[in-house]
């Protein structure tokens, strides 16, 4: 039902709108822990994979294709013997890129598992973002009031592989 005023005349009025009702067919659903890797760095990505569906799925075949130019990775293809309904598995792979510039990286994900139809396949488009690292410990942190100013000292040691500007440091009070 819609109501509105018009030059202050209250009216309603009623539609039938038809509504189509869609069965959810993402029977597997994927998920990647982040889409954000470092490069010059080994970094552990893992897949969360969730059967969607009310029965179990058998025969699950997983592969990830990339450039190898532009990502390295430990494995490329997995199995699964099956998965019962609700419930899920993990693949851990690890990911090395020798770039050095920030960029994305497109990845395609192919997967092929028995239902009780038959085979299905399908395949997913992905990103990773690839950038550069960095981790800056702080060590031997000191804080003395000296004429009614502070003084911070400490040891920054950077261990990065990108550069690092505008640094902002903050001491608990």
Partial sequence: MV????????????????LNIIENNQQLLVSLNHDVIYYD???????????????????????????PDLLSISENQFTVDQLLPNEST???IIAYSPLSTSQIVPQL?????????????????????????????????????DNGSLVFEATLLYTGNTYANNLILYYPR
Avoid: D, R
């Fill in 109 to 145: 994900l192919a997967v092929q598992f028995n239902n009780p139809k038959g085979i299905i396949s399908y395949s997913q488009n992905f990103s990773l973002v690839l950038n550069g690292f960095m981790k800056i410990n702080v060590l031997n942190p000191s804080a003395i009031y």
């Fill in 41 to 67: 760095y080994y970094n552990n990505i893992t897949f969360n994979i969730y059967n969607n569906a009310n029965y179990t799925i058998s025969n699950l075949l997983v592969k990830l294709y990339t450039n």
């Fill in 3 to 18: 109501s509105y005023t018009y030059l202050g005349t209250e009216s309603f009025h009623t539609f039938t709108l038809p």
């Fill in 90 to 92: 993990k693949i851990n």
